[in-house]
Structures are given as structure tokens and as C-alpha cells.
């Protein structure tokens, strides 16, 4: 009995679903991973999904052809909308096909979408899988754009969230770093050229992980996240889609100030202790954890509200702000701006140092002192025009004040800038001699530092209505 169109077209369907490719679906859950279509079904909610690109040629024979490499849809994450795309590295090496990918980046461009993307695999084919065979190619570019351009337009316009769960090479590893929130789990691997590359130009036999593994990246702020498993990661993608809409309703935080001055900076949680007692609970969601660990930064929630959180961390090294450490704040502030976040800025440093390794030994020696990566935090604060919140908790040496508030003169005035009264007053060193940073709005308890902040918030705008009067982006987010 012939095939009826209908029929070729179901048979051609069922080819890239799971249940027709068992041994493909088993290596990947040996590996402890989720295969292609688990992850889409894991981060959009049930019946939201709309596959795009399935089908990719039509053969001689009136054959519809299945694409190869992965699998792509427009859903919804807590009833938003998200584009979503995952790369699948049993299938073709994951390479990317067609103009699926291109075609949905125009809509995310358009439609202000937020993109998710799972990217491992090997780049894009060096040779089409369908090279030669005759086929009607269906895939061809829809839109302006090609992957590079296209995620590199979509920075500072649209949230977009890259996935990083097993090898991810050339193309694959270009499109993490395009985005803004990079997530990747623990054995996983980022590099432009992968082993096979390396081992013929240089005869070294690596594996991925030894090569470019995620766990270096970590430390060396590549990633902004790490975590145990594809689930830990879909969960975090979902959590950091959740602070791009305000809650109704705030939660009380996890400890309150008391009249008295909190504990000294000599105890390990000193910042965070602070940063519970100001923000609703639970709701700190930290990223480059591991990255330049004398400042941290984050978004979380003040009665419902979504903020960007910025402190030093004056447990480690009296929180001064290294070129590592500069450069974390610089992209933190960009991506505030971006997405108009307001920030909160916490104020506790000895200053600003250069650092260097110490000869033969490799030791890592600093000094007072500037480099190019501490002014891109004050151009990254001169481009702002979200507002900003400061509080001076202790000291404010050297540049410090300008790399984590801005300059008191510059593009956008801060919303307020407060002090507790146990901030170092006064001119503490040569640099603050010459440009005093004890500008304050006022001199407050600790106490009511919380009560403030709320109230300036409740005088804003939300983050969702001042997108809404952006026409065009004001800046791409730094890719490091």
C-alpha cells in the first residue's frame, strides 16, 4: 500500500524522537545527562511548545526529510514567552543545520524573546549532511541574521542564557560566550578548538575537560554559574528568567539589623549576613560565585522587586578590588543597565590594586594602584542610567567608591547615597585625598537601611515598564 503524504510526513516526524533512537538514548543517560527533547521538556511548561525547523528537505522520491543536530521551539517559562534550542551531540555532532537558529533569533530580536540555549557539540558541520543527495532543502536563512551577528545584536536587547552540559567546541563555545548568563555543568568543556585539533597540531592527547573544563572557567570567570547536573541547570536558567518580572508581593528577609553595628568584617559571612538582612528572603541569586571573590554580585528581590546587588567582600583580602574584580563589576553594571535593574551598591574597600606574579614562583603579589580593567567600571557606570543605590558600610580607600558607585559627578546622579556610622570618614589615602568620596544623602542606623530602600524603589518605575520605553538597546553586555 503507497504511503500517503500525511503518512511520510508522521514517518519522517518519529524519526527524531526519542523512542527511535534507544541507543542513542541510552549513552546519553549513562553519561548522567538529559537527551535533547528532555531538556525542552524539563524548562517550558506542558503544552506551550511549538517545534520549529523538524523538517528539513524533501528527497527525490517525495521523501520528507528529518533535520539532524537538534531541536528547536518557541514555549513559555512561567507563562512568558522563551525561545528555546538545544543542540543534540549524538545526532550529526550536534552541528547546527539550516536556518532554524537564524530564523529565531530574528524573533527573539523582534519580539524582545528571551532566548535559551543548550550548546554542546562540535561547531557548525563542516560539510552538509545532505550535500550531493538532491534534495529540496526547506531550511534555508529566514531573517537578518547568521548565529555571530545575530547573538551579538541580541546582547543588552533580549536576556539570552546559554546552557553549557557536555564538549562544546568552535561554534557551539562561540555562542556561550555571546550570551549573558552561561551556565554549565561540572565535567563539562568550553574551548574554540577541540581535541582532535589539538592533538594534530600539537600531538597532545587530551580530553575535553582536561582541554577547556568548566571548572577552570568557573574560577577564572568564564561561567557564570556551575552546577551538579542538566536539571541544576534548567532550574537556574528558570530562576534567572524569574527576575525579569517583579513580584506582587515581597518576602520578609531571612534576619533583621538590630540598633547595634553588625559584626566586624573578620568573619566569613560578614557581606552576606548583611545582604539577608536587606533583601527579601531567600531571594540572592549569586552569580560568578567563584570569580573575584572580593566583590560579589547578583540579582535578588526587595519587597518584590527586582534590584542588582553589588558588594565588597572585606572578609578576603579587606576587599580590595583587583583587575579580576573590576571587571566582574563592569559587566554587572552592563548588565543592570541593560535590562533596567536598579542597583543596590555596598560599600566596604581598601582600595583598588594591580596585581602581577611574582617571578619564578608564580605567587600573585598586588599593590595599590589602577589598570585599564578598573576605568572600564567607572565608563560602565558613566553609561548608566538605571538608578543606583549606595550604602557605605566601612572603608571607601583609593578608587574604590568610583569602581563600585561611579564618580559622585558623573552621567546619572545615584538615586541616594547613604553611610552607616561606622563608615571611614576622611581622607584615609593619597588618591582619596584629591577626590573626596564622602558625598552622603545621609548618615543612617542600620536598622532602617531596609525601610529606605523600599521606599526609593516604590518611587520607581517597574523594570518591565522602563523596558517597555526602550526602542533601541543602549549597550551590548561585555562578553567577559
Known amino acids: 500500500m503507497d504511503e500517503t503524504p500525511l503518512t511520510r510526513l508522521k514517518s519522517a516526524k518519529t524519526k527524531r524522537f526519542d523512542s527511535a533512537r534507544p541507543d542513542a538514548v541510552a549513552k546519553v543517560h549513562d553519561s548522567g545527562h538529559l ?24 528527497d527525490t522520491e517525495g521523501n520528507w526529510v528529518p533535520e539532524y543536530g537538534g531541536v ?63 534534495h529540496t532543502e526547506l531550511s534555508g536563512q529566514f531573517g537578518r541574521y547568521t548565529h555571530f551577528d545575530g547573538m551579538a545584536q541580541l546582547s543588552g536587547w533580549v536576556p539570552t542564557i546559554a546552557i553549557v552540559a557536555g564538549p562544546s567546541f568552535a561554534g557551539h563555545a562561540s555562542i556561550a560566550g555571546f550570551s549573558d548568563f552561561v551556565i554549565a555543568t561540572k565535567g563539562s568543556a568550553i574551548g574554540m ?47 534567572y528568567l524569574s527576575y525579569f518580572e517583579d513580584n506582587a508581593s515581597g518576602e520578609l528577609p531571612e534576619r533583621s539589623l538590630s540598633d547595634e553595628l553588625p559584626t566586624t568584617a573578620h568573619e566569613e559571612d560578614h557581606i552576606f549576613s548583611i545582604i539577608r538582612s536587606l533583601i527579601d528572603a531567600g531571594s540572592y541569586f549569586e552569580l560568578r560565585p567563584s570569580f573575584a571573590t572580593t566583590v560579589t554580585t547578583g540579582l535578588a528581590r526587595v519587597n518584590g522587586k527586582t534590584i542588582g546587588l ?51 614562583t608564580g605567587v600573585i603579589a598586588t599593590e595599590p594602584g589602577l589598570s585599564r580593567s578598573h576605568t572600564r567600571a567607572l565608563m560602565a ?21 568610583h569602581i563600585m558607585c561611579g564618580s559622585p559627578t558623573g552621567h546619572t546622579s545615584p538615586l541616594a547615597s547613604f553611610a552607616w556610622p561606622n563608615a571611614e570618614i576622611g581622607s584615609i589615602d593619597g588618591f582619596s585625598a584629591t577626590r573626596n568620596m564622602n558625598a552622603f544623602d545621609d548618615v543612617i542606623e542600620p536598622a532602617e537601611t531596609r525601610k529606605n530602600i523600599v521606599n526609593l524603589l516604590n518611587l520607581l518605575p517597574s523594570q518591565s515598564e522602563r523596558r517597555s520605553l526602550i526602542s533601541e538597546k543602549k549597550h551590548s553586555v561585555d562578553t567577559w
Open 381 to 401: 557606570h558613566q553609561h548608566r542610567t538605571v538608578p543606583l543605590i549606595s550604602i557605605q558600610i566601612g572603608k571607601a580607600g583609593g578608587f574604590s567608591g
Open 310 to 360: 553589588l558588594a565588597n567582600n572585606s572578609f578576603i583580602r579587606n576587599g580590595e578590588i583587583d583587575e579580576s574584580a573590576a571587571t566582574k563589576t563592569a559587566r554587572f553594571v552592563e548588565l543592570c543597565d541593560s535590562y533596567e535593574f536598579p542597583i543596590l551598591s555596598i560599600l566596604d574597600s581598601v582600595g583598588a590594586v594591580t596585581s602581577w606574579a611574582e617571578g619564578a
Open 193 to 239: 578548538g577541540g581535541p582532535p585539533m589539538v592533538e594534530a597540531a600539537l600531538g597532545l592527547s587530551l580530553t575535553p575537560n582536561e582541554l577547556a573544563g568548566a571548572e577552570m572557567h568557573d574560577k577564572l570567570g568564564g561561567i557564570d554559574l556551575l552546577v551538579d547536573s542538566d536539571a541544576e541547570a534548567i532550574k537556574a536558567a528558570k530562576r
Open 72 to 134: 528547536d521551539f518557541i514555549g513559555q517559562v512561567n507563562n512568558q514567552p522563551v525561545i528555546a534550542s538545544s543542540s543534540d551531540y549524538t545526532d550529526k555532532g550536534g552541528g547546527y543545520g539550516g536556518g532554524r537558529l537564524e530564523h529565531l533569533i530574528a524573533l527573539s530580536q523582534q519580539h524582545r524573546w528571551p532566548m535559551v540555549l543548550f550548546v554542546d557539540g562540535g561547531g557548525s558541520r563542516a560539510r552538509h549532511p545532505r550535500t550531493g543527495l538532491g
Open 35 to 58: 537527551t535533547a527533547r528532555e531538556r525542552i521538556a524539563n524548562l517550558l511548561d506542558p503544552e506551550t511548545a511549538v517545534e520549529f525547523g523538524s523538517i528539513a528537505a524533501i
